[in-house]
């Protein structure tokens, strides 16, 4: 079915793609420039910002501290938003059920912004500012709408039968879940609990409210980097954050690719 | 139905089992709602010289103009994604190749996955003084900045929303019969009027769909205008930053915030409203 017009929408849909993978390109070639500037294209190529990147005690501090709280947080958010989707296919009243759903999503749907005024004064008041469980738990906040929501997904193609006849067989409630349950929803699961880790290790604007000159993360150096001066060892981190994303996902998108076969699962 | 099962416990721990819920809910009551509370109570009591946060912000024109700017910003990036984004769904939908779709779904949900941060730098790279956009546009006649203009942070806001707007018209153009369209075109309809009469009309909810989520998410945008924009740009976020981060002033930040999340309520509850009426008049007919 040839439609008139059709290359015409081919070009729009290719436009769209460029411009979704083409501009954040940039960042590796002002990488590799031999000058403090955001020149593109840069008048030599040196990898010198790559050794400020790994010489520099700031930036290893910050990715150091930003890997322990992304890790940390995703488990958290893993496993409470995971006993939080269980729990709710298990209402009988499908109100309290809508009512718990929205409060669960509550981190999703306000603004971070307005998340980050009443978290800041709390924080400041009950001494969280600056500490590690503040940064947790404030990550796993963000992360757990993700993880009930692609663990929800999940379940959604779940036959509750399948727990009913491993109840049956003899099956304890730890032996269903280990043996049944979780294998049945582990892509949902895995897909929110990398999203979950992806999401802390970028988050920003909640990031900013409770970091101290004593515990920082790197989007926060990355961000008192940018908006003060013209350092390329932001466009060096960018890039390392960059290929590392890719290379992640990609091995992802094969491993859970590989487990279901007709469907790419919650991942795509 | 699921309690008669004959075995022991099995009831109980279907009783126990809504439990599970509990640890989410504390740690998002202890994090987001009880401080969320706790701060718009704040806003309602505080005073600064007998001056009530919300007094204040209604006094200053400047407040009134940068949540009218913010509304404005968020209407404008949702309606370019819907632009930029329905060739990419429609082609995602209707291509016949398996492969095509699938590197296309890669690549719109590659950028979802990479880095806020790194995409919202890479434009500040991109819109430097004499840069590449600048160097592009001249010969059409543009010359002044466009970094610290109110475009720069809507330009990047479209590209970092466009797979939140792309995604969801994908899925509601995939699940569109193709039987309809050869149904309108055995009928005499031309392919441009089948697209138009049965195509369109049935993405709309799809559009929809991205339209609420992008919307949403551009009114709290804060990173993009605060690096790209400038003081005179500023959006909401920028001003409840301002107020909490830097002046420490959190009934007026709070007071501001709560403009933000009345707007989003506002907006998720006419979306809800309209997703009743719509549905209604379907299931009627």
Not at chain 1, 192 to 207: E, K
Not at chain 2, 9 to 26: D, I, W
Request: hydrophobic share 55%.
């Amino acid at each position: 079915m040839r439609r008139p017009g059709r290359l015409l929408v081919w070009a729009a849909a290719l436009f769209a793609v460029l411009l979704l993978i083409v501009p954040t390109l940039i960042v590796i070639p002002v990488s590799l420039g031999d000058q403090a500037s955001f020149r593109f294209p840069p008048s030599g190529w040196s990898l010198r910002w790559y050794r400020q990147l790994v010489e520099e005690p700031a930036w290893r501090t910050t990715f150091g501290n930003s890997l322990l709280i992304a890790t940390l947080s995703a488990l958290t958010a893993s496993v409470v938003g995971t006993a939080a989707a269980l729990g709710l296919r298990r209402f009988l009243r499908s109100i309290n059920r809508e009512v718990v759903r929205s409060t669960l999503l509550i981190p999703l749907i306000v603004p971070e912004i307005v998340l980050a005024v009443g978290l800041y004064s709390f924080f400041l008041k009950i001494g969280l500012v600056g500490t590690l469980t503040g940064f947790v738990l404030a990550h796993a906040t963000l992360g757990i709408p993700l993880v009930v929501t692609t663990v929800t997904a999940s379940l959604a193609g779940f036959d509750p039968n399948l727990e009913r006849a491993a109840a049956s067989l003899g099956a304890g409630p730890w032996m269903t879940a280990r043996r049944v349950t979780v294998p049945l929803i582990l892509p949902g699961l895995l897909a929110g609990t990398l999203f979950a880790f992806i999401l802390s290790l970028d988050n920003l604007v909640m990031s900013l409210f409770i970091q101290t000159p004593d515990l920082s993360t790197l989007p926060v150096l990355m961000w008192s980097s940018m908006t003060r001066d013209t350092d390329p060892t932001i466009a060096a981190a960018a890039t390392v954050i960059l290929l590392t994303t890719t290379v992640v996902l990609c091995a992802a998108l094969t491993i859970l690719g590989r487990r279901t076969t007709t469907e790419r699962g919650p991942l795509l | 139905m699921a309690d008669s099962s004959p075995f022991v416990g099995a009831g109980a721990r279907r009783r126990l089992a809504p439990a599970l819920v509990v640890p989410g809910l504390v740690i998002i009551g202890f994090v987001a709602l009880y401080p969320l509370v706790l701060a718009l109570l704040d806003s309602i009591t505080q005073r600064d010289n007998g001056q009530s946060p919300y007094a204040w912000v209604f006094d200053n024109p400047v407040y009134l103009k940068i949540i009218w700017r913010t509304i404005v910003t968020a209407l404008i990036v949702a309606g370019m994604c819907v632009l930029v984004g329905y060739p990419l769904a429609y082609v995602m939908a209707t291509t016949r190749s398996a492969r095509a779709r699938s590197v296309l779904l890669l690549l719109v949900v590659l950028p979802f996955w990479t880095s806020f941060l790194v995409r919202v730098f890479a434009w500040l790279i991109l819109f430097q003084p004499d840069g590449i956009v600048e160097s592009v546009l001249q010969p059409f006649g543009f010359d002044g900045a466009i970094l610290g203009s109110v475009w720069a942070p809507r330009i990047a806001m479209v590209q970092l929303l466009l797979p939140f707007m792309v995604l969801p018209m994908y899925a509601t153009m995939r699940g569109i019969d193709p039987s309809l369209l050869r149904a309108a075109e055995s009928l005499g309809a031309s392919p441009r009027e089948a697209f138009a009469r049965i195509f369109l009309p049935l993405s709309l909810p799809g559009v929809g769909a991205g339209c609420l989520i992008v919307f949403i998410m551009s009114l709290g945008f804060y990173v993009a205008p605060a690096l790209l924009g400038s003081p005179t740009t500023s959006l909401v976020g920028q001003a409840v930053f301002q107020q909490v981060g830097t002046l420490l002033n959190f009934g007026r930040g709070a007071a501001l915030a709560a403009f933000l999340l009345a707007i989003t309520l506002m907006v998720l509850g006419i979306a809800a409203l309209m997703r009743r009426l719509l549905g209604s008049r379907t299931s009627d007919a």
